[in-house]
């Protein structure tokens, strides 16, 4: 039942995508540089240039660092823009679209730092919460995880939640990976790296 239900949902998620949009499975040992992955957002575009589409089932956490650099500084046309937050990594939940469910961490660059926010879908009720601020070309631990109907979020050794609409122990949808937007593309190329701490 579970396979029947990721199946019809991939292919939504692909008729949803832009159609110039290619997506690719990629070995996690590709553009490895000290356990780190490169995530490159090209400047006009939106996705990464190597996501990838990852089922997620039976796990209960998504744990990695996370290396930001002089490139992640940008400044948006619209100076309102600047406050929309970019995605980092996570995952669509409950079996639904990321539209739907999902919780991920994200980011944008605001009065001079990097700001990380917990970004979350509830049955389609979008939310955002502003956890920290990091430091460019600092690696930094950040844990996902779940407790009862919640999604729990670790940076810096502090714990932060987030309602969850779905009471199931594990994760059950895609992983979801680097996106700037918002409102505009990337206004330059964007890199973003990347250490996985769980097995996909």
Same mark, same amino acid.
């Given at each position: 039942?579970?396979?029947?239900?990721?199946?019809?949902?991939?292919?939504?998620?692909?008729?949803?995508?832009?159609?110039?949009?290619?997506?690719?499975?990629?070995?996690?040992?590709?553009?490895?540089?000290?356990?780190?992955?490169?995530?490159?957002?090209?400047?006009?575009?939106?996705?990464?240039?190597?996501?990838?589409?990852?089922?997620?089932?039976?796990?209960?956490?998504?744990?990695?660092?996370?290396?930001?650099? !002089?490139?992640? &500084? #940008?400044?948006?046309?619209?100076? $309102?823009?600047?406050? /929309?937050?970019?995605? +980092?990594?996570?995952? *669509?939940?409950?079996?639904?679209?990321?539209?739907?469910?999902?919780?991920?961490?994200?980011?944008?660059?605001?009065?001079? !730092?990097?700001? &990380? #926010?917990?970004?979350?879908?509830? $049955?389609?009720?979008? /939310?955002?919460?502003? +956890?920290?601020?990091? *430091?460019?070309?600092?690696?930094?631990?950040?844990?996902?995880?779940?407790?009862?109907?919640?999604?729990?979020?670790?940076?810096?050794?502090?714990? #932060?939640?987030?309602?969850?609409?779905?009471?199931?122990?594990?994760?059950?949808?895609?992983?979801?990976?680097?996106?700037?937007?918002?409102?505009?593309?990337?206004?330059?190329?964007?890199?973003?790296?990347?250490?996985?701490?769980?097995?996909?």
């Amino acid at each position: 039942m579970r396979f029947c239900t990721l199946t019809i949902l991939f292919s939504l998620l692909f008729i949803s995508c832009n159609k110039n949009k290619e997506h690719s499975i990629i070995k996690k040992q590709d553009n490895i540089e000290d356990g780190f992955v490169d995530y490159l957002i090209k400047s006009g575009n939106n996705f990464c240039e190597n996501d990838s589409i990852v089922i997620l089932d039976y796990i209960d956490s998504l744990n990695f660092m996370v290396i930001f650099d !002089s490139s992640c &500084i #940008y400044t948006n046309v619209d100076t $309102n823009n600047q406050y /929309d937050v970019n995605k +980092l990594m996570g995952f *669509s939940d409950c079996g639904t679209h990321h539209q739907v469910n999902s919780a991920r961490f994200g980011w944008n660059w605001l009065e001079g !730092s990097i700001h &990380i #926010y917990a970004y979350c879908y509830n $049955n389609e009720i979008r /939310d955002f919460k502003l +956890l920290d601020t990091v *430091s460019l070309n600092t690696p930094y631990l950040l844990k996902m995880y779940l407790r009862d109907n919640q999604y729990c979020f670790s940076l810096k050794n502090k714990e #932060y939640t987030m309602s969850r609409h779905c009471s199931d122990n594990k994760i059950f949808g895609y992983q979801l990976f680097p996106y700037f937007g918002g409102d505009e593309t990337a206004p330059h190329n964007i890199l973003i790296k990347i250490k996985y701490l769980y097995k996909l």
